[in-house]
């Protein structure tokens, strides 16, 4: 890199090698062949599907925002003429039954669109994972009739959803081979139509840009992330921020950026080469240019090139002994899945559930289950076990170090903004030079005209970082 870029020479290669490898994930996009657009569904008139059956259960982890999906799915459904029941205690509850499975109103429905968790509670299941379980589970549907599902939550529910539409025939032979139900009602339920709608504060399921809860989940982030800046300015304190996400880096990145991190830690790609020299040599030019509020966010699940986790606790001893800072550590945990929808994830929520029903109302028997989700800006009815397959191969490359692979397969959104934070947060520039060295270099200026607004400092702060490094 030529001198006149006024880097120094350990960014310089940062940024060659960043440079490199995001070219490279940006030549091979996620395909999105499988994505069928919802927008055109049409004959959404009043009891266009009288005398159906739906029910609707959250499963695993909960999200801001599956209230409103829930109150969108019943609302629809009921409009166009079908009878909802309630799924209770998640999949938990269909193989129980009984009491779990009760039939929705309207009012039930009602005061629940900004409200927290779920409604219909929720509970992580180990014994549908038996075929024993799956069979009570099929059996219990049958008696309220039901073989139309809408599953809300994440990577596990949707799995148990899948598996449950794959072997339905399967598990209707064998309740009739032992007597348990009728030929007429297997018959009646031959088939099980299931869609399940993609709900996850970590955004770990590939396919979707967005999941419900994610907007919510990052609000309360920068809510915390902004606190402990006004006491690092005040006390000159590091502080490292540690954000859920296992095997998803999706808060940290978009977390990170958001507020301005010196560095970032995610699963999906790992710092180059050794770790801790990036991190002091990071942390040391932002002390040397007077940077107030220095903040590192680190994914639960991150490691180094290698595959050996970074704990938070790791980064905070490499700042204490190399660069004798006061550092301390901050563990975000549940009040990230915590408190109510944002506006934003209110809207989402709303949006896919009622698409949810009609996906479900369209699916023909023979069609597999689907998934629902935003590509681009629109809801769309995605193959379900497509987007498991994608994720399984998500954790695999980070497994293999295939990190530029795993990138690829997040998507387009996670890409950029790996890309913006590859483009912001890899270079650092030196001291403020003198205007007689700048002669030669391309001069930008940039103006503010109006009543401010929201998000102008983010956005000069982008101009300046993007037209520095350049």
Not at 435 to 463: D, F, N, Y
Request: charged content about 20%.
């Amino acid at each position: 890199m030529e001198s006149n870029t006024y880097v120094p020479a350990y960014y310089a290669r940062r940024q060659t090698l960043m440079r490199k490898s995001m070219a490279a994930i940006s030549a091979s996009r996620f395909d999105q062949s499988t994505a069928r657009l919802l927008s055109s569904v049409e004959n959404r008139s009043h009891n266009s599907w009288l005398g159906a059956t739906v029910g609707v259960v959250t499963a695993g982890d909960d999200s801001q925002g599956m209230n409103a999906c829930i109150r969108a799915v019943v609302r629809l459904a009921m409009y166009l003429g079908c009878d909802v029941y309630y799924i209770k205690q998640g999949f938990k509850g269909m193989v129980d039954g009984g009491e779990n499975i009760v039939e929705a109103t309207w009012i039930s429905t009602s005061d629940v669109i900004g409200h927290g968790g779920t409604i219909l509670k929720s509970y992580k299941c180990p014994s549908f994972t038996e075929r024993e379980s799956r069979l009570k589970a099929v059996h219990n549907l049958l008696k309220a009739g039901i073989s139309n599902i809408i599953a809300i939550g994440g990577d596990g529910t949707l799995r148990a959803l899948n598996v449950l539409h794959e072997e339905w025939p399967l598990l209707l032979r064998e309740l009739h081979d032992r007597n348990q139900i009728t030929r007429e009602l297997a018959a009646k339920h031959k088939t099980l139509r299931a869609v399940g709608i993609i709900s996850s504060i970590v955004h770990d399921v590939c396919g979707s840009d967005v999941a419900i809860g994610v907007d919510s989940a990052l609000h309360r982030i920068i809510e915390a992330t902004d606190a402990i800046a006004t006491t690092s300015s005040s006390s000159q304190q590091v502080f490292v921020v540690e954000v859920m996400g296992k095997k998803s880096g999706y808060l940290a990145l978009t977390a990170g950026l958001a507020c301005d991190a010196s560095m970032i830690f995610i699963p999906e790609w790992p710092p180059e080469g050794d770790w801790t020299e990036e991190l002091v040599n990071k942390i040391k030019e932002d002390v040397a240019v007077g940077k107030e509020g220095i903040l590192v966010v680190v994914s639960e699940g991150a490691t180094d090139r290698q595959g050996k986790p970074i704990k938070a606790e790791e980064i905070r001893a490499v700042l204490a002994r190399k660069l004798n800072l006061d550092t301390r550590v901050t563990v975000l945990g549940h009040v990230q899945r915590g408190g109510i929808p944002s506006a934003s994830d209110r809207y989402l929520a709303s949006r896919m559930g009622a698409e949810s029903v009609l996906a479900l109302r369209d699916l023909p028997e023979d069609m597999s289950a689907c998934a629902i989700g935003m590509v681009g800006n629109n809801v769309s009815c995605l193959d379900i076990g497509y987007c498991l397959e994608n994720t399984e191969k998500v954790w695999q490359c980070m497994l293999d170090k295939n990190y530029t692979e795993a990138v690829r397969l997040r998507g387009r959104l996670f890409q950029s903004f790996l890309s913006s934070y590859a483009i912001l947060h890899s270079l650092r520039p030196a001291a403020v030079l003198s205007i007689p060295g700048m002669s030669g270099v391309r001069k930008i200026g940039v103006v503010k005209i109006g009543k401010t607004t929201l998000g102008h400092c983010c956005v000069t702060k982008s101009v300046v970082g993007y037209c520095l490094s350049k």
